[in-house]
């Protein structure tokens, strides 16, 4: 073996600029040839020498993400971790030197889709930081595995996916799909990567067995779902150290003996139903609209953990109700609210709000191009209003997926219009009433889940036997509401509305009369009152007035 030249006796003879990093005089030469730079720890054995260190084999510029190719360069195992150089080149690790060419600090990837957008370092023994942008990044890992398959594993740290990968190697001569997590207090990756992972038949979260890691695995179980996920132990405190200790026997035994994942839900006792009681009297409310009063004094308004049913006949204001319910969520809270439109495009769903927000008809009145984007700023440039691009289709994964996404994303608020549509593209392999039944007992498990207020929009049946129709200003019953009995069951509020579309008199013609059909929270029913709707201004105001004769059934 060759002796590692010893460098302490050489001078150094000059600085000069870089050439591996933007850095104009951190490269130090030394009379003896080699020469380092203090500032990215680039090293050159013999200046100017390319092959011997080739420049593509460093990671560049701490600031500069573009030089970090995962796919070439310099890749090295870890002998104190028993990891090889096969399986840090899998992940596309890196590694950085000192001037004795010691290993300093390893470098792992993050991408955004096919990217790589960013990269987090570990600066031996154990100093962390990150370089580029985080903000959406998949798992540490995702990019080198395909999706779909039997079992994917997730760790909490980089090394442990890697001595996950190890044992898998050395026991099947095949690295299977292992990722990681940046830690256990950033899981959005999981978010990024959401649908990708559930395309694994079970995902086997193997986090550390400290207090951090454990209270991990309950969020994580949330976002990937608990109907994928089981959970490896062992007694070690992570699968570094079991790979060490135990070897690939060890944690392939801790992957295989994993078990499903089973929540806590069983109560007894005083003390755990007497605290949930609390929490009951201390639910809070939040009012819908001024323009809603009537429904505000019969059902307090909304509420986390509850789904209101919003029906009504064809055009009788359902999409300008609930954009007044958006607006006003927007101005008084801070949280999120998800819009999925399944009839209506982002088009569509854009101009409906940018003119109630101008309170001007867009089809009546010539507004300058710039007022029109100074409203959708307000409306939408806080991010707070997130819509779902349909496009015409839901697409491959399940809308019930894609409501749950929006939910994991922070959406407090949210609303499917309509319930029929998503029946039909959230049910494979039901039909009829059973379908209507399994999306509606799965929109209740995320509303309760995630602890959301979840606005429901239902079609109404035909009116039967020949008299007046919803369209002719019918309140709706209980009765007449579309489908299984489900939609009644699980619904906690039930709104009902009409307008006479057709009535001579504009004034009727234009007003919607509200009913509540139920109210699980106050008990009250019964008429809600009126808002009248302006052509003009597109927006509806609150009408208390009695004299409108409405038949409600």
Known sequence: MQKKKDYTESKEIGKTKCPACPSSDGFTMYDDGHGYCFVCNHYEKEIGKEEDMPLDNVVKSAWDVDTFTANTGDARGCQDRRITKTVAEHFGVRVSYDSERNITAYHYPYYKGEQLVAYKTRTLPKQFNTVGDFKDVRTFGSKSFGAGGKRLVITEGEFDAMAVAQASLDHYNKIYPVVSVASASNLKSLLNDRTWIRSFEEVVL?????????????????????????????????PCELYLEQGTKGVMRSVWDAQSYSPAGIVVGHEPVW?????????????????LT??????????????????????????????????????KTSDKIGMISLEESVGDTAEKFIQMKLQRNLQEYDVAIEEQEAASREVFGTEKLVLLDHQGSVGDESLIDKIEYMALMGCKYLILDHITIAVSEGAEGYSGNEAIDKVMSDLLKITKKHNIWLGVISHLRKVQGGGATFEQGKLPSMDDIK??????????????????MANTDEQIRNTINFVVLKSRFTGKTGPAKQAKYNHETTRLVYHDSDTLDFEVM
């Open 206 to 238: 193997f986090f550390d067995a400290d207090t951090a890691g454990q209270k991990a695995i309950k969020e994580a179980a949330n976002i990937i779902g608990i109907d994928k996920v089981k959970i490896a132990t062992s007694s070690c405190k992570d």
């Open 275 to 291: 605290e949930q009681y609390l929490a009951r009297q201390a639910t809070e409310s939040v009012l819908y609209p001024d323009c």
């Open 294 to 331: 009537g429904i505000n004094e019969k059902t307090n308004g909304m509420r986390f953990g509850e789904i209101t049913l919003f029906t009504s006949g064809t055009g009788s204001g359902k999409s300008t109700v609930i954009k007044e319910i958006v607006l006003d969520l927007l101005d």
């Open 483 to 500: 489908g299984s009995g489900s939609i009644k069951q699980i619904s906690f509020d039930i709104i009902g509305f009409a307008r006479d």
